[in-house]
T-cell receptor
Framework: AQTVTQSQPEMSVQEAETVTLSCTYD???????LFWYKQPPSRQMILVIR??????QNATENRFSVNFQKAAKSFSLKISDSQLGDTAMYFC???????????????FGQGTILTVHP | KAGVTQTPRYLIKTRGQQVTLSCSPI?????VSWYQQTPGQGLQFLFE???????NKGNFPGRFSGRQFSNSRSEMNVSTLELGDSALYLC?????????????FGSGTRLTVV
């Protein structure tokens, strides 16, 4: 079974600064996807960024980028130029591409609460 | 385009009752997954449906069930409610067989069992 670990329960950053959220995972598979989701107080989980394991290039989406280290099974999220609207719970998630018992199943970490201060 | 719609947003039920939650996916999405979110256990996968078929199921008791209709709308049912079933229930939809764009989530149904 896959596991996802986020070792930082809470993080804080000043507006306009950069912050990095950590995520490690454990799997024996070679073909999978990794995601970062954001959950603001409105409760809706919003996809921030995704990474296919077979791609070596790190994904980027505007101010959000990842550092994907497949051998180390590490998938950290860097938020540049932090904004007040980035305040939320951030979840790292894993999904296998093996089908079968992996269909539709995201395995989430415990989350990191990020607070951006003005 | 419309997002994933979950109804109702809030629900209060008494222990022993049953409850049905609804999820309408994004138009064209055929896969619907359900998750339970609690402070203690975090986000846990309940089940996934694709084209009216349950393809995957998490480790929940048989009191938790679901179904998907021909228009891809999905419902989940919890029978004989227990206090521990109090949680935020989230559904998520995707096009299906390939995880290309990730899953899009609804805003959830907050269930409180008293």
């Amino acid at each position: 079974a896959q596991t996802v670990t986020q070792s930082q329960p809470e993080m804080s950053v000043q507006e306009a600064e950069t912050v990095t959220l950590s995520c490690t995972y454990d799997t024996s598979e070679n073909n999978y996807y990794l995601f970062w989701y954001k959950q603001p107080p409105s409760r809706q989980m919003i996809l921030v960024i995704r990474q296919e394991a077979y791609k070596q290039q790190n994904a980027t989406e505007n101010r959000f980028s990842v550092n994907f280290q497949k051998a180390a099974k590490s998938f950290s999220l860097k938020i540049s130029d932090s904004q007040l609207g980035d305040t939320a719970m951030y979840f790292c998630a894993f999904m296998s591409n093996a089908g079968g018992t992996s269909y539709g199943k995201l395995t989430f970490g415990q989350g990191t609460i990020l607070t951006v201060h003005p | 385009k419309a997002g994933v719609t979950q109804t109702p947003r809030y629900l209060i039920k008494t222990r022993g009752q049953q409850v049905t939650l609804s999820c309408s996916p994004i138009s064209g999405h055929r896969s619907v997954s359900w998750y339970q979110q609690t402070p203690g256990q975090g986000l846990q996968f309940l089940f996934e449906y694709f084209s009216e078929t349950q393809r995957n199921k998490g480790n929940f008791p048989g009191r938790f069930s679901g179904r998907q209709f021909s228009n891809s709308r999905s419902e989940m049912n919890v029978s004989t409610l227990e206090l521990g079933d109090s949680a935020l229930y989230l559904c998520a939809s995707s096009f299906g067989r390939e995880v290309v764009d990730g899953y899009t989530f609804g805003s959830g149904t907050r269930l409180t069992v008293v």
